[in-house]
C-alpha cells in the first residue's frame, strides 16, 4: 500500500471539495465532450461524481467520501504528466492515474495567443540619401532621363529666330520663334525674350516684304515716271550739245531698251515705261532732242541747246 502524501493530511482542508486540479481536468473533459474530440475517458476524479454515477454505483460513493476525506490542499499537485491520486475504500486502497492534458487541443483554461506579426519594411524608414548623409557640394548632378529634357535644352530655338529675324529671314525667324516660345512655356528653354524678339521681328520683316512686293507689282507712280523722263532727257541732250560742239555735227541716236547710244558713249536708262527719244534740226544751234513717254502727269520732255529741259515737244 502506498503511503498518503502529507498534504493530504492537513486539517485545515474541507475534505469534501475537490482539489483545483481535478476541477480543471473535469472542466477540460466536459471542453472535450462539447467539440466532439476523440479522447480517452477520464476517470472521475474523487469528490466530482455525476448524478447518475452516484446513485448506480454506492461502493464507488464510499471510495470517493473516503478519497476526499484524504486529500491535501491544492498545492499538493504533481509537476509529472500524470498525477497519482490514492483512493480508500475499506481496507483496500487503490491509485487512479488520470491521463495528461493533451496540448494541443484548446481548453477552457487556455489562453488564445495572439498571431505573430513578422515584421516587414518600415514606410517610414530613412532613405539612403539621409543614412549617408547631405551630398558634398562639389559633387555635380548628372541629370535623370527619367527627369525628362533638360530645362535648357530648347534654348537653340529662341536664339536661331533672333539671329534669323536681323537677317531678315522673315519665314524662319516666325517659326523657330514661335516654337521657342512654347519650349520656354514647357520649362524647356530660359530664353523666351530671344524667341520673342525673333518671331516680332519675323513678322516685321514679313509685312515690309508684303508691301514692297504690293508696291513693285503697281509699278512706279506718275511722278516717278516724269522725274526718271526727265532724268534721261537731260542725260542724252547734255551728251549731244557736248559732241556738236567738239564735231559741228549731230550724232547718232540710239535706244537699245535699257539704254541709250549717242555717237559711242552709252547712256544708263531710267525710265521703264514705254517711251520714244528722238534728235531733229541742225548744227550747231538748231536741233531739239524730244521725249515722249506714257503714264506721266505730261506726255513728253524736250531738250533745246539754247534752253535746256523743257515741258512739251519740240513742235511746241
Keep these: 500500500m502506498m503511503d498518503t502524501p502529507p498534504s493530504a493530511q492537513s486539517p485545515d482542508r474541507d475534505p469534501s471539495l475537490p482539489t483545483r486540479r481535478e476541477v480543471r481536468e473535469a472542466n477540460e473533459a466536459a471542453v ?14 474523487p469528490g466530482m461524481l455525476t448524478p447518475g454515477t452516484a446513485e448506480s454505483d454506492p461502493e464507488l460513493l ?16 504533481a509537476a509529472s504528466p500524470q498525477a497519482v491520486r490514492t483512493e480508500t475504500a475499506g481496507a483496500e486502497a487503490h491509485t487512479v492515474v488520470l491521463d495528461p492534458v493533451d496540448g494541443t487541443q484548446p481548453t477552457a483554461v487556455m489562453e488564445s495567443v495572439p498571431p505573430v506579426v513578422i515584421p516587414t519594411e518600415r514606410d517610414d ?10 551630398e558634398p557640394s562639389g559633387v555635380a548632378h548628372i541629370n535623370d532621363p527619367a527627369d525628362g ?11 536661331s529666330a533672333f539671329v534669323a529675324g536681323i537677317l531678315a529671314l522673315s519665314p524662319i525667324a516666325i517659326i523657330l ?28 520683316g514679313l509685312v515690309a516684304t508684303g508691301i514692297g512686293v504690293w508696291l513693285y507689282l503697281q509699278g512706279p507712280s506718275a511722278e516717278q515716271i516724269d522725274i526718271h523722263a526727265k ?19 549731230l550724232p547718232l541716236l540710239a535706244d537699245t531698251g535699257d539704254a541709250y547710244t549717242v555717237g559711242d558713249v552709252t547712256l544708263e536708262q531710267h525710265l521703264e515705261t514705254s517711251h520714244d527719244m528722238s534728235l531733229t534740226g541742225t548744227a550747231p544751234v538748231d536741233w531739239c532732242l524730244q521725249l515722249t513717254f506714257d503714264d506721266g502727269t505730261v506726255p513728253a520732255y524736250s531738250y533745246l541747246p539754247t534752253e535746256g529741259v523743257v515741258e512739251g515737244t519740240c513742235a511746241g
Excluded: C, Y
Aim: aromatic share 4%; no cysteine; charged share 15%.
Design 32 to 45: 472535450r465532450d462539447d467539440l466532439g474530440l476523440d479522447a480517452a475517458p477520464t476517470p472521475v476524479a
Design 62 to 77: 464510499e471510495a470517493n467520501a473516503a478519497a476526499n476525506a484524504a486529500a491535501g490542499s491544492a498545492d499538493a499537485d
Design 125 to 134: 524608414a530613412p532613405d539612403a540619401a539621409v543614412e549617408n548623409g547631405p
Design 149 to 159: 529634357p533638360a530645362p535648357d535644352s530648347a534654348n537653340w530655338m529662341g536664339l
Design 177 to 204: 520663334g514661335h516654337l521657342g516660345l512654347s519650349a520656354a512655356k514647357k520649362g524647356r528653354a530660359t530664353n523666351g525674350s530671344f524667341a520673342l524678339a525673333g518671331a516680332v521681328l519675323g513678322w516685321i
Design 231 to 249: 532724268q534721261d532727257i537731260h542725260a542724252v541732250g547734255a551728251e549731244v550739245a557736248t559732241q556738236v560742239v567738239a564735231t559741228n555735227e
